[in-house]
Structures are given as C-alpha cells and as structure tokens.
C-alpha cells in the first residue's frame, strides 16, 4: 500500500469515527429533550451537546481542508478555526450553566445571570476578531497553518475553560451543603476534565486521531447516564425527590453524621386529603398535591439550615434538616429523665409491661379498644423505650413532645405552615389545604432510617388525631 492510499485510509477512519461521534450526541441531546420536556436545564444540556457535536463537525472539516488532497481557501480556514474556537467556548459556558443548574436550583437564569455566564465567551469572540488582523494566535500563510505567539492564550480560553470549570467544581464540592452529594460532584469533575484533556491531546498530536471527539462522546454518555440517574430519583407528578431517593440521602446522613449537628425528620401530609378526592375528583386530588409541593418547597428555601425535601408516597412528604446541636444534649437528658421517672398510671389505656409481656399480650389480641394504638407504638418501641425492666407504651409521647419544644424547630413548622397559607392565598381554591406535622431527631435512641421514620410517623399520628378534632390521650 502506497503512502497516499495509507493516508486517506486513515482519512476515511478519522471522518466515519468524527460523524458517528457527532451522530452520537446529536442523538442524546434530542433524546433528552424528548424524553423529559421543555425544562431549562435539559434545553440548556441540549445546547451543549449540539455545540459539542459542532466542533467534532468543524474539526473534520479543518482537517479535510488542510489535507494533501483538498485545500482550502486560506480566509475560509481562519473562519472555520476562529469558529472552532468559539464553539468550544460556548459549549464550555454551557456546561458551566449546567452544573450551576444542578447545584443550586435556587438560582433564577434570567436575562441578566446569563450575560454573567457570557463573559469568557464574549472575551474570547473579541480576540478572536482581533487575531483576524494581528494574528496572535494562528494564521495561514500559503496553505500551511501557524501558531501565533499568543496561542496559550487561546487554548487556555478555550479548552482550559474546562479545566477551570473542574477546579470551580473542586471548591463547590467543599461547601458543607454539598456534603452529601460529593460523588455526583466528583463525575461531574470528571465529566469536565475528559474534554479538556482530549483538546490538549489532540492538539499537541498530529495526524488523523479523533481523540476531541472521542473524548466529547464519552462525557456526554456520562452526563446522559447521571441525569437519567437524577430522573428515576424524581417523583414524577410533584417534580421532588422520591421515596428511593429519599431512603439513600437518609442512609448517607446517618452513615456520615456532621460534627455539632443533628438531622430532623418533619413529616407532613394533608388533612382530609381523601374528602377533597371523594368531593372534587381525583383529578383535584392531584393538584392539591402538586400545591403542597409547591408550599413545601417555598419553605425548604427559607429554612437556613441544610435540607431535603422527598415526597414519600401518597400525600406524605418528608423534609430532612441538619440543624446545629446547641442544646440538644440538654434536650437528651431531659427527655431521658421524662422517660425514667414517668408515672405509670392505673387509668392509662394502655398498661405497664414488660418488653416480652408487651408483645406476646399484643399477638393475643388483649385491648382491643387500643389494639391499633399499640400495634403504632409497636413499631418504635425497639427504639426509643430501652431502659432495664419496664416499660411504659406512653413514654414515647414524651420523647415526640420534647422534639417540638426546641426553637428551631417552632420555627420550621412556623415556615411550613405560612407557606402553605401562602398557597392557599396563591390559587384560591374551594378547599384549603392543611397539614398535619410530625417530627423525630436523630439520637442516642433513634440510630436508625426505621427509627426516625417510626417517631416521626408516631408524632404526626397525633397530630391528624388533634387536627381531625379527635381526643388525645397524652398531653
């Protein structure tokens, strides 16, 4: 085989692996429009991916044009290199946006936040211009292309970009509202180094090596993977989290527990949510639920502590909160010494027992008119009621009782409740929606996801009973 023929044998292979590469994420992107809707956060993924998809096409074409087998005119080169520039820019900024997206969804991307995000794009579209007559960073003289003196420069506008958009990410993973999502942090980390390190190889290489468009094909399948990943997390009609998802952040929490904080559990639902479906139709059902959301979600961005906010099933949600511990280790030995010197009065529904008595009397069927009480209490009497000898069914009231008690907490509900009057206010509708509040602490006690799911479900339990108007047995 002649040198030519092995050229444009390789010629061929680096234009097929660039288009399909290029085909590739063309097809993601739309994939990912169609699939998941007109959000900004996909459209802006979509933009990304098409600019990526756009420097693979104008990196093919430079190579075709600069090749022993078809010149190109030496003004179109320029443009079609300023332009390759430029789009990798831009798909850079995009990808900045993306991630700002991800991470801080508090952010409104208005007109004026996306000039912010502009300013290296706007930078690099000015020198560009300007290398058209200085040539500090490339030009072509007699169809032979040359670096300018300011290259650097340009390389670093361009491909570092991603590299400082990496180290950026370094720091956001550091910031302590992060704590929990380090590992996404860390692919997305990588998802910003592949391209940087694949424009830095493809430059200093020479000859037919896609290695740019490998290099954006992989990222772009890796960002692809992740926000399907994010998406099968999300509750479908209310746009939260859900219960999955819920159970892994409340697992990592516990696993990885923050020195001199304490994490919350507040569960919420609706009260007489099953009368506004019997009245106005399930259809309305639904929506009072996607208004719920929408209160609970004001009132997580107002809480100054770090949140989580998951629908759990039904018209349940669940709010997570890590909350400074001053005073929490008062508020342990209180609730300690409430549960070891609580009196075991003879009228209680619900008598003294042993830890055994108490189960097998309950598998009997003894106190039926307390049975489903019991069977409620049952399920976090492993946790909280452990001290020697006997134990009183009751005393885990207190344990609730105490958690409400705390400042911050007051406040939380506080929040919670003005939200969702503000909601009410908002859409006017012939029903009010109310909630019913219950909340559990992670402690010494409750050291796990079903024990903080148990007292928090246990004291909202109460709460429905008083807000329905029934009697409550424990003040």
Same mark, same amino acid.
């Given at each position: 085989?002649?040198?030519?023929?092995?050229?444009?044998?390789?010629?061929?292979?680096?234009?097929?692996?660039?288009?399909?590469?290029?085909?590739?994420?063309?097809?993601?992107?739309?994939?990912?429009?169609?699939?998941?809707?007109?959000?900004?956060?996909?459209?802006?993924?979509?933009?990304?991916?098409?600019?990526?998809?756009?420097?693979?096409?104008?990196?093919?074409?430079?190579?075709?044009?600069?090749?022993?087998?078809?010149?190109?005119?030496?003004?179109?080169?320029?443009?079609?290199?300023?332009?390759?520039?430029?789009?990798?820019?831009?798909?850079?900024?995009?990808?900045?946006?993306?991630?700002?997206?991800?991470?801080?969804?508090?952010?409104?991307?208005?007109?004026?936040?996306?000039?912010?995000?502009?300013?290296?794009?706007?930078?690099?579209?000015?020198?560009?211009?300007?290398?058209?007559?200085?040539? +500090?960073?490339?030009?072509?003289?007699?169809?032979?292309?040359?670096?300018?003196?300011?290259?650097?420069?340009?390389?670093?506008?361009?491909?570092?970009?991603?590299?400082?958009?990496?180290?950026?990410?370094?720091?956001?993973?550091?910031?302590?509202?992060?704590?929990?999502?380090?590992?996404?942090?860390?692919?997305?980390?990588?998802?910003?180094?592949?391209?940087?390190?694949?424009?830095?190889?493809?430059?200093?290489?020479?000859?037919?090596?896609?290695?740019?468009?490998?290099?954006?094909?992989?990222?772009?399948?890796?960002?692809?993977?992740?926000?399907?990943?994010?998406?099968?997390?999300?509750?479908?009609?209310?746009?939260?989290?859900?219960?999955?998802?819920?159970?892994?952040?409340?697992?990592?929490?516990? @696993?990885?527990?923050?020195?001199?904080?304490?994490?919350?559990?507040?569960?919420?639902?609706?009260?007489?949510?099953?009368?506004?479906?019997?009245?106005?139709?399930?259809?309305?059902?639904?929506?009072?639920?996607?208004?719920?959301?929408?209160?609970?979600?004001?009132?997580?961005?107002?809480?100054?502590?770090?949140?989580?906010?998951?629908?759990?099933?039904?018209?349940?949600?669940?709010?997570?909160?890590?909350?400074?511990?001053?005073?929490?280790?008062?508020?342990?030995?209180?609730?300690?010494?409430?549960?070891?010197?609580?009196?075991?009065?003879?009228? @209680?529904?619900?008598?003294?027992?042993?830890?055994?008595?108490?189960?097998?009397?309950?598998?009997?069927?003894?106190?039926?008119?307390?049975?489903?009480?019991?069977?409620?209490?049952?399920?976090?009497?492993?946790?909280?009621?452990?001290?020697?000898?006997?134990?009183?069914?009751?005393?885990?009231?207190?344990?609730?009782?105490? +958690?409400?008690?705390?400042?911050?907490?007051?406040?939380?509900?506080?929040?919670?409740?003005?939200?969702?009057?503000?909601?009410?206010?908002?859409?006017?509708?012939?029903?009010?929606?109310?909630?019913?509040?219950?909340?559990?602490?992670?402690?010494?006690?409750?050291?796990?996801?079903?024990?903080?799911?148990?007292?928090?479900?246990?004291?909202?339990?109460?709460?429905?009973?008083?807000?329905?108007?029934?009697?409550?047995?424990?003040?």
């Amino acid at each position: 085989m002649s040198v030519e023929e092995l050229m444009r044998h390789f010629l061929i292979q680096y234009t097929v692996l660039n288009g399909f590469c290029a085909y590739l994420i063309l097809a993601i992107a739309v994939r990912n429009i169609l699939g998941k809707g007109r959000a900004l956060v996909y459209q802006t993924f979509a933009r990304l991916a098409s600019y990526l998809a756009l420097v693979i096409v104008l990196d093919t074409v430079i190579v075709l044009g600069n090749d022993r087998f078809y010149r190109m005119p030496d003004v179109l080169m320029i443009f079609m290199l300023s332009a390759y520039f430029l789009t990798i820019t831009l798909g850079s900024q995009c990808f900045f946006v993306y991630y700002q997206m991800i991470l801080h969804p508090e952010i409104r991307w208005d007109s004026k936040q996306h000039l912010k995000s502009s300013i290296v794009t706007l930078v690099n579209l000015g020198l560009l211009i300007i290398n058209l007559s200085t040539k +500090q960073f490339f030009y072509m003289e007699n169809h032979v292309f040359h670096y300018g003196e300011a290259i650097l420069l340009e390389l670093i506008m361009s491909y570092g970009y991603c590299a400082v958009i990496a180290i950026n990410l370094r720091f956001e993973r550091r910031k302590p509202e992060n704590e929990y999502r380090e590992h996404y942090i860390d692919r997305m980390i990588l998802c910003a180094m592949i391209p940087a390190v694949a424009g830095g190889i493809q430059v200093l290489v020479h000859g037919y090596y896609p290695i740019l468009s490998l290099g954006y094909a992989i990222a772009v399948i890796a960002m692809y993977m992740d926000s399907l990943e994010n998406s099968i997390s999300k509750d479908a009609m209310t746009g939260l989290n859900n219960k999955g998802q819920l159970l892994q952040e409340m697992n990592q929490r516990i @696993s990885h527990r923050k020195e001199n904080t304490v994490l919350f559990l507040f569960m919420m639902d609706l009260n007489r949510f099953k009368q506004i479906n019997d009245k106005y139709g399930h259809q309305e059902g639904d929506i009072a639920l996607i208004h719920f959301a929408e209160a609970l979600t004001n009132a997580a961005k107002e809480i100054p502590h770090h949140t989580f906010l998951a629908r759990f099933g039904g018209d349940e949600f669940l709010l997570l909160v890590d909350m400074p511990s001053e005073g929490t280790i008062e508020m342990d030995r209180r609730i300690a010494s409430e549960l070891v010197n609580a009196k075991k009065g003879e009228d @209680s529904e619900i008598q003294s027992y042993s830890g055994m008595d108490f189960q097998e009397n309950l598998e009997r069927g003894i106190w039926q008119p307390g049975r489903k009480q019991i069977e409620r209490r049952l399920k976090i009497y492993h946790w909280v009621n452990r001290y020697s000898g006997e134990v009183h069914a009751d005393n885990m009231y207190v344990y609730a009782a105490e +958690q409400r008690k705390l400042p911050e907490v007051q406040q939380i509900l506080s929040t919670i409740e003005r939200a969702v009057d503000d909601i009410n206010e908002k859409y006017d509708k012939p029903y009010k929606i109310e909630t019913s509040i219950g909340v559990g602490r992670l402690s010494k006690n409750i050291r796990t996801v079903q024990g903080l799911l148990s007292i928090a479900d246990e004291d909202l339990y109460r709460q429905k009973k008083v807000a329905h108007g029934e009697a409550c047995d424990i003040n």
